[in-house]
């Protein structure tokens, strides 16, 4: 039912204020988001910002202006849906999931909201993987990094094992990055751009 999502301001913060990253806490939050994805994506519009929030509580870490900058760049806005290479419906600034479906079609409003949320997942990987500090842009282009090969292959990666070791974290981004840039035909102009770019976020 929407009903059940139209939460307020004052009920998602009462809700916020007993958040304590518990993992039964955060599991609850994730099914709620993505029940609001099955509903109606223009339901988003006015529950994204609070979804966001709540699953973040007072954690640090959120993608900069010019991080959400690069990831807009190279996933491309596409407001109606379609297959991706891979053969994955998606929609937007590269979202997948149940939440699409063929023929849909969405408001750029709508694009920004889902990106949002899909950040929210990256994000938490990205911060629940990384053990060493880092800087804004160094997350930024990690989160980047993962929007596009996914958690679980930055998870297994010689770039995090690297960067959670203590090396020196440029040359580290310097190395590593740009050995994500291969199609099945040998590198992709596309990708090469993209490690680069994300390269030079890290090193700003």
Not at 24 to 41: E, F, G, N, S, T
Request: hydrophobic share 40%; glycine share 8%; proline share 5%.
């Amino acid at each position: 039912m929407i009903e059940d999502v139209a939460f307020s301001e004052e009920q998602w913060l009462n809700f916020w204020k007993y958040f304590n990253n518990e993992p039964h806490q955060k599991q609850a939050v994730d099914m709620l988001r993505q029940h609001i994805m099955k509903v109606d994506p223009c339901l988003l519009t006015d529950t994204a910002d609070w979804v966001e929030m709540f699953r973040a509580g007072p954690k640090t870490g959120r993608t900069s202006p010019e991080g959400v900058a690069l990831i807009k760049e190279f996933e491309g806005l596409r407001l109606q849906s379609y297959y991706c290479a891979s053969g994955v419906l998606t929609i937007g600034y590269g979202s997948t999931g149940p939440h699409v479906y063929p023929g849909q079609v969405i408001s750029e409003e709508v694009a920004e909201d889902l990106l949002r949320i899909d950040l929210g997942r990256f994000e938490d990987g990205v911060r629940e993987l990384v053990k060493v500090d880092i800087t804004t842009h160094e997350f930024d282009a990690l989160v980047s990094f993962s929007f596009n090969c996914g958690v679980a292959a930055f998870e297994h990666s010689t770039l995090l094992r690297r960067l959670n070791a203590g090396e020196d974290k440029p040359t580290v981004f310097k190395e590593e990055l740009p050995k994500w840039v291969n199609g099945s035909n040998g590198p992709l102009p596309g990708l090469v751009r993209r490690r680069q770019a994300e390269v030079d976020l890290a090193l700003s």
